[in-house]
């Protein structure tokens, strides 16, 4: 008796959780392609090339923005990670699909990670970080012991691949390391 009334609840809890409407997926005030002053909280890791950053950026609870910043010739990237807070002057855009059959689902995996815009900026000088912190300190400490792993399974190794297979920061590796990965069926690791 106890253990259909138990599987009744689940079969109930899940046709309601069904049920529930979609979440509403947030507006942004800009046209795709517009260039936008977008402030918020560095809520991931942030991926840098030298050249080129990759990180997160909350605009609001539930609603954040992946945002490339691009050092022009001569300049140097900032040191950015989580929890500081920024504006940044950058070309926003929804992401999209290519719509081939069997493609990967873009626009599903990001939004999964909230993230519904991608936004990029050109030029160093159009970041600005507000003084201050934000965010979870714990997720701060997990996302530094990452990056420590990263480079000192760089340093140990003299490997760029070495971050990408214990942490999964792939920053270095190059399209031709990423091309021979793929080839001998070893990309997955």
């Known amino acids: 008796r106890q253990i259909c009334l138990l599987a009744a609840c689940f079969l109930v809890g899940g046709f309601l959780s069904s049920r529930q409407p979609a979440p509403r997926e947030p507006e942004l005030d800009a046209a795709s392609g517009e260039i936008v002053l977008l402030s918020g909280c560095i809520v991931g890791p942030v991926s840098s090339d030298g050249i080129q950053s990759r990180f997160p950026v909350e605009l609001e609870p539930g609603a954040d923005a992946r945002v490339t910043l691009t050092a022009r010739p001569g300049e140097v990237l900032p040191l950015l990670e989580y929890g500081q807070q920024i504006e940044v002057e950058a070309k926003v855009r929804k992401p ?21 815009w991608l936004a990029s900026a050109w ?59 793929r080839r001998t069926g070893t990309y997955h690791a």
């Open 96 to 116: 999209k699909n290519f719509g081939n059959p069997g493609a990967f689902d873009f626009v599903g995996y990001l939004h999964r990670q909230s993230v519904y």
């Open 123 to 181: 030029g160093t000088n159009k970041l600005t970080v507000i003084p201050g912190n934000c965010g979870s300190s714990v997720r701060r400490s997990i996302l530094g012991m990452r990056a420590w792993i990263a480079e000192h399974g760089r340093q140990v190794s003299h490997e760029d691949f070495m971050p990408a297979l214990l942490v999964g920061d792939n920053a270095l590796i190059t399209k031709n390391d990423t091309a021979d990965f």
